[in-house]
C-alpha cells in the first residue's frame, strides 16, 4: 500500500543538505519515494494510501558500506592488539571453526543492531554469504554482500571466484523484495591475494557489472611487498584491471597524493572506517584530502570486533572529529557533510543510485528520528545548522524510532518487527559459546 509521512523537518540528503520545514515524504506501491517536499507541495493523496503523521526528523537510511556483520560472535576478543596479530592470533583461527549456522546468527543480530540505528544497507565481506542473504531478507534490511575470496591454507580462490560467478548467474545481481539483496565479490585484500587472483576478479566483475569490495592500505606495514613491487595497492589495482570496473575500497589510510589522484580518476569508491581505524591504531585516512580530490567517500563500521559495535553514527561523529584534527582545521569538515557521507555518500561510493537520498525514484529506506532527548531541548525551531549540529554531534542513534525498507517498516519504537531481538541475542550466546568449547 502507498503511503505518505509527514514531519516537523524531512532532510532528504539532497547534495546541499537540505532542511524541508513541515515535510512529506510519499512512498509508493512498490515501496519507492514518489514525492519528497514540502508539505504545501504535495500532490493530491488519494483514500487509499495511508498516512502518518510523525514527530521528530525524516531522513535516508544510513548506509554503512564496509562490515563484517557475523563478527558479532567474536565482539570484544583480541581488542589490544594491533591490526596483522589480532587477525593471525585470534580472528582467523575463531572463525575457522564457525558453522553456517553460527554466520546466520550472527547476521541476524547484527543486523537487527544495525537497524535498530537507522541504517538499512551495510556492504558485507564474509563467509557463508548465503547465510547473510538469508538472515538480511528474514530481518527486512538490505545488504551489499560477498563471500571473501582469499588465499589461505585449505582455500582455493579460484574456486570462491567460480562459486560468486554461478551465484550472480543463477539469481541475478540484485533480488529479493525491494532487491535487498545485491551481490559482489569480496576480494580481501592485495596481500591476501595474487595479482593473479586480483586480475582474474577484475575480469569475472567486469563481465557482470558487479562491485568489487577490497581492503586497501589499512595498516602501515600491511602492504610492504606490495608498494616495493608495484608503487602502491592502488597502483597494482589499476595495473590488473580493477580500477576500470566497479570497485570500494575499504579503510584506504596510507595513500600518497597519487593514490587518492589515482582513485579520483578511475572513479573508485572509498569506505571510511574511522571507528576500527583509530581502535586497531591504523591511522587516520585522509579524508580531507580524499573529498578534496572528489574521490566518492562513505562511512564503514568495519566489523563489530573491531570497532566494537554497528552504529554508524558513532562513525559520522568521528570521521569530523578525526577531519578536524588532523588538519587542525574545524570547519573542513561540518555537520551536514558528515551526515551526507553517511547516506547519498555511501550510496555513491558503493555505486548505487537508488538509496541513500529521499528522491523520487530512490527506494524508501527512512528512518525517523524523535525529539525526546535533551539534544533536542531547544526544539527544532532553530537555524538549519544548528539542528543538524544537534543531530549529528549531540542526538546521534539515541532516538531512532522507525524504520522502513523498500516502504516496509522494520523497526517501531526502536525495536526490530521481524526478528525477536532477544531471541536473536540468545542464538548468538549459543553461538558464541561453542567458538569457546
Not at 585470534?90 to 543486523?111: C, F, Q, T, Y
Not at 582545521?329 to 561540518?334: A, N, Q, R
Request: charged share 25%; with cysteine.
Amino acid at each position: 500500500m502507498s503511503r505518505r509521512l509527514r514531519a516537523p523537518v524531512v532532510l532528504p540528503a539532497d547534495p546541499t543538505c537540505s532542511v524541508i520545514r513541515d515535510g512529506v515524504v510519499d512512498i509508493d506501491d512498490a515501496g519507492r519515494v514518489a514525492y519528497c517536499g514540502p508539505a504545501a507541495s504535495a500532490p493530491g493523496r488519494t483514500d487509499a494510501a495511508e498516512a502518518t503523521d510523525l514527530p521528530g526528523i525524516l531522513l535516508p537510511g544510513l548506509v554503512n558500506t564496509h562490515a563484517h556483520s557475523p563478527m558479532v560472535l567474536l565482539r570484544g576478543m583480541g581488542g589490544d592488539l594491533p591490526l596483522l596479530r589480532w587477525l593471525r592470533e585470534v580472528i582467523w583461527p575463531a572463525e575457522a571453526r564457525l558453522r553456517p549456522s553460527d554466520v546466520h546468527a550472527g547476521m541476524v543480530l547484527g543486523s537487527v543492531e544495525m537497524l535498530r540505528r537507522g541504517v538499512t544497507t551495510s556492504a558485507e565481506m564474509y563467509f557463508h554469504a548465503e547465510q547473510l542473504a538469508d538472515a538480511v531478507l528474514t530481518t527486512g534490511a538490505r545488504v551489499v554482500l560477498g563471500g571473501p575470496i582469499i588465499d589461505l591454507p585449505g582455500l582455493d580462490w579460484r574456486s570462491m571466484i567460480t562459486a560468486t560467478e554461478r551465484w550472480i548467474d543463477a539469481d541475478g545481481l540484485r533480488f529479493g523484495p525491494g532487491e535487498r539483496v545485491e551481490l559482489s565479490y569480496a576480494a580481501h585484500s592485495a596481500y591476501m591475494l595474487p595479482p593473479e587472483a586480483l586480475r582474474e576478479v577484475a575480469k569475472s566483475a567486469a563481465a557482470r557489472g558487479a562491485l568489487v569490495q577490497i581492503h586497501v592500505a589499512e595498516a602501515a606495514d600491511e602492504d610492504e611487498r606490495q608498494r616495493a613491487e608495484f608503487g602502491s595497492v592502488p597502483r597494482l589495482l589499476d595495473q590488473v584491471g580493477l580500477l576500470d570496473g566497479r570497485l570500494i575500497a575499504a579503510h584506504a589510510v596510507h595513500l600518497s597524493d597519487e593514490d587518492i589522484a589515482l582513485l579520483a580518476a578511475r572513479g573508485a569508491g572509498v569506505a571510511h572506517c574511522p571507528g576500527s581505524n583509530a581502535k586497531l591504531a591504523s591511522g587516520i585516512a585522509r579524508l580531507a584530502d580524499l573529498r578534496a580530490a572528489s574521490v566518492r567517500v562513505g562511512l564503514g563500521t568495519d566489523g563489530p570486533a573491531s570497532n566494537d559495535d554497528l552504529d554508524l553514527w558513532e562513525e559520522v561523529q568521528l570521521s569530523a572529529m578525526l577531519a578536524r584534527l588532523s588538519t587542525r582545521d574545524s570547519t573542513v569538515v561540518t555537520a551536514a557533510d558528515a551526515l551526507l557521507l553517511a547516506t547519498r555518500g555511501g550510496a555513491d561510493a558503493l555505486g548505487r543510485d537508488d538509496i541513500g537520498a529521499l528522491e523520487p525514484g530512490r527506494w524508501a529506506d527512512v528512518v525517523h528520528v524523535d525529539l525526546d532527548d535533551p539534544a533536542f531541548a531547544a526544539g527544532l525551531d532553530v537555524p538549519d545548522d544548528q539542528l543538524l549540529a544537534n543531530l549529528v554531534w549531540a542526538a546521534g542513534s539515541r532516538r531512532v524510532r522507525d524504520v522502513w525498507v523498500a516502504g516496509e517498516r522494520v523497526v517501531a519504537e526502536g525495536e526490530a518487527l521481524r526478528a525477536d531481538r532477544a531471541e536473536a541475542q540468545a542464538n548468538v550466546a549459543k553461538a558464541a559459546a561453542h567458538l569457546r568449547s
